[in-house]
């Protein structure tokens, strides 16, 4: 029988990395954040926080301090090219609905800085480096770093964004997927 997967690389320390990170702590995994930019990635667009997403934080400790950070939005408008506006209001956005909602929208680096905050002192932050070779077999991964030492790794997971370094190493060039839908 196989022994259980305890340790993991997830690459990507924005969102979806810190917040599978805490996830797999609890869980007793041994966890190794990896993130391609020298120090954690500032701004950003607002997040919104709604849904289970509430309950998701909230399980995680952190709903009261991602209340603190909330944009506490009044109104939007929408202008044309010319800086003339053309709709205003100021009780609800397009994509956030009615700002009496129990939604909360959050600065996306804020968001990011309280995950890792999450994380146990044993989780292991690595800045400034990234993945160029994963070679899997039994025993794992084995994982090519651009500047630090191949480790193996029981399980590499993708978390860093919408060109994704892992994907494309997994899968090959983003082109031979992305399909325009004309707009």
């Not at 209340?67 to 939005?73: G, I, V």
């Not at 990011?112 to 400034?128: D, R």
């Not at 994982?143 to 399980?155: H, I, P, S, W, Y």
Request: proline share 2%.
């Amino acid at each position: 029988m196989n022994s259980p997967m305890k340790r993991v690389l997830i690459s990507g320390s924005s969102i979806a990395g810190p917040a599978l990170a805490y996830w797999l702590e609890r869980e007793g995994f041994a966890v190794t954040l990896l993130e391609r930019g020298a120090t954690q990635r500032q701004g950003g667009q607002a997040i919104d926080i709604r849904g289970p997403a509430i309950d998701v934080v909230e399980r995680m400790g952190i709903l009261d301090a991602v209340r603190k950070h909330k944009t506490n939005m009044t109104g939007m408008s929408a202008m044309d090219a010319d800086g003339s506006e053309l709709w205003r209001n100021e009780t609800m956005t397009y994509t956030g609905g009615s700002f009496d909602s129990t939604d909360i929208e959050i600065l996306r680096d804020e968001l990011a800085a309280l995950l890792l905050g999450t994380l146990s002192p044993q989780a292991e932050l690595i800045y400034g480096d990234s993945v160029t070779a994963l070679d899997e077999d039994e025993g794992g991964v084995l994982v090519t770093f651009e500047k630090g030492v191949a480790r193996r790794f029981d399980l590499v997971v993708g978390a860093d964004g919408i060109h994704s370094n892992i994907r494309n190493l997994i899968f090959g060039s983003e082109s031979r997927f992305i399909r325009s839908l004309d707009v």
